[in-house]
């Protein structure tokens, strides 16, 4: 039997929120439409966060109201707080995330608060989703390596991510935040944090600053690991975490997903569309090498076809 493989699309929410052109909101509805199209069945859409710290997600409510909500597909979106969620809520998100960090000096430029504070942001916000039916899912970041203070021990991301959990999230995400882990140190961190949490509430999500994501998805897989994040076109970097680029790209993931026998849904060669589509709109090049490869086999099959 084939292994299923859930993917969570970051896209439109990690890879857009620190780009520093303004991104209209009708390019970004355009984007979460081709993803759904592509089979993308989770889909990060935006985040009800403050808009004076990441102006790029200010226009959270006109995306929820302008998504078109296909059958099966969730689109989450973060809230870091009750404040966040209320609004969330009111524009009818049916699934939230909250995100804390494993790493004290990340959690203060992140989201303004030590990591105990964070927690006790959230309880109110566990409270309301269970009272709405909503559902949540947690980040934890830095579970590798922190930019301002380096790397992170594999209990700390353990405890964090014991308490995302014990809170009610039905998922945590693991965040290598700046992409600086290996698999040797992503599964290090992965014994650690498994030892708490089972596997099957758990997800990775790799940024590939090093080129170390898809390394770090398989030696993840093999761990027993079956959710992952990914971003169309690798899109993205944190506005907290200078340097890091975007999350692996979900191009990439699914070639390595399907190449290795895994199931995930994604139509790829609809999914590099997207992705060559998203990357001309916002004038930046793909980060997909799988990408790149396939647009470049195709144009050589249409040069053959015109000869
Ligand atoms: P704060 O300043 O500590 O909050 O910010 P506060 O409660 O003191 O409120 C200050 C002002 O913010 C007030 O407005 C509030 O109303 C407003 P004012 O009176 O000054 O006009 N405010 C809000 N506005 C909109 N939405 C809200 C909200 N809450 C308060 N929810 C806060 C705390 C968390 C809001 C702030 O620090 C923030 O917005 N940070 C942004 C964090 C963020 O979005 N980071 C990027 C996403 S995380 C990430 O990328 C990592 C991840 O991908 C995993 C990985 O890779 O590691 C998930
Ligand atoms: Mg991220």
């Known amino acids: 039997m084939m292994e299923r493989v859930r993917i969570v699309e970051v896209g439109p929410r990690d890879g857009l929120q620190n780009e520093k052109q303004v991104v209209p909101a009708a390019t970004k509805l355009a984007l979460i439409e081709r993803l759904a199209v592509a ?18 997600m200010a226009d959270q409510a006109e995306v929820m109201r302008g998504l078109r909500r296909h059958p099966g597909v969730n689109y989450p979106v973060l809230t870091p707080n009750l404040k966040g969620f209320e609004a969330a809520l009111a524009e009818g998100a049916t699934e939230v995330a909250v995100f804390a960090s494993a790493s004290e000096s990340f959690s203060q430029k992140n989201i303004n608060c030590s990591i105990a504070e964070s927690i006790d942001r959230f309880v109110p916000v566990f409270e309301a989703a269970s009272r709405a039916s909503v559902k949540v899912r947690g980040y934890v970041s830095c579970v590798v390596a922190c ?102 790209a979900t191009e990439d993931l699914i070639y390595l997903l399907h190449g290795i026998g895994a199931e995930t849904g994604v139509d790829l060669e609809a999914l590099v569309d997207c992705g060559a589509w998203i990357s001309s709109a916002i004038g930046r090049p793909s980060q997909s090498r799988v990408a790149r490869a396939l647009l470049a086999r195709r144009a050589a099959a249409e040069e053959k076809q015109s000869c």
Not at 188 to 209: I, K, P, Q
Not at 210 to 225: D, E, I, K
């Open 39 to 56: 089979g993308l069945r989770d889909i990060e859409v935006t985040s009800f966060v403050s808009p004076k710290w990441v102006p790029q």
């Open 147 to 248: 930019p301002y203070e380096g790397p992170t021990a594999p209990a700390k991301v353990a405890d964090v991510a014991l308490r995302l959990r014990e809170l009610g999230c039905y998922e945590v995400s693991l965040g290598d935040t700046i992409g600086a882990g290996t698999p040797g140190s992503v599964l290090r961190m992965l014994e650690a944090v498994a030892a708490r949490v089972s596997v099957e509430h758990l997800a990775g999500h790799y940024h590939d600053t090093y080129g170390m994501a898809v390394a770090n998805v398989h030696a993840s897989y093999r761990f027993g690991l079956r959710a992952f994040d990914s971003s169309v076109a690798g899109l993205g970097g944190c506005p907290y975490a200078k340097g890091a680029t975007g999350n692996v």
